[in-house]
């Protein structure tokens, strides 16, 4: 098995963003030697804290498929990467932020759609709107891949306006458990494919499985062998996704992860 999942709630939960939960099926995808992908909105940065907390030293997708990370020398087989961070090798999906960015500012002037986004904010802004702590809100703005806005007042037609807006400057958006995001020709889904196909040159026989939330983690579930849905707090499953090979597991974020990688691997 390769596991991917998606951080925010999913393996972490929305609003503490403690995985404590999942804890015990983390250990046991670890005592089985099963990698654990992160595969997020999250930035890099936000994302080597998780590697080394959690002690997980395997590739990760950063900022919806942006960017894949792969430690240095962790696979035997040799692949194409686009350039080095740290101690990763990268391979690159996303187009730059500072493009996405100011895109992302030109629509909002040109047709008066009022925006808050990742850029402008402060990190003490960040903090308060996510609720994460302040440092971990500076590494959120550290962003390369993607910019996270909310619309002010938002209404169905300032959203499909801004949908065929960033469609027509030539760049996707997305949608995460708090915000949108604009991002380039990647996603989620593209990433994991290619990683899984790193994956099977180097072990053959893999089975792959897909952990999720929310409408951004829909290309990555429908890329893996067994799909998972949590539920949102409140408890419910993402309306917007309807595929219904996924499987939608009882329990909320971190808690419906471990149920069921448990399911799935336990025993
Ligand atoms: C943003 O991502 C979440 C993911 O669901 C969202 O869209 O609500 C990201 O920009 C990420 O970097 C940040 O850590 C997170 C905090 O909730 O928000
Ligand atoms: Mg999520
Ligand atoms: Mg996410």
New binding site residues.
Partial sequence: YVVFT????TLVDHDS?SYEAARPAIDLLKQKGIPLIFC????RA?LEVYVEELDCHHPFIS?NGGGIFVPEGYFDIDIDFDHKVGNYDVIELGTGYSALKDTLMEISKGSGIEIIN?GKMTTEEVSKD???DIR?AEL?KM?DY?E?FRIIDEDENKASKMKELIGAAGYNYT???????IIGNNDKGKAVRILTDIYRQQFTDITTIGLGD?Q?DLPMLESVDISVLVQKPGGSHDPSITDTKIKRVEGIGPIGWGNAINEIIGR
């Avoid at 998606?6 to 709630?9: F, M, V």
């Avoid at 949608?175 to 995001?181: A, C, I, K």
């Fill in positions: 998606d951080l925010d709630g963003y997020t909105s999250k930035t936000e900022e990742f996510t609720g994460l971990s959120a962003r993607d996270a949608r995460g458990g708090r915000y949108w995001h929310s951004n």
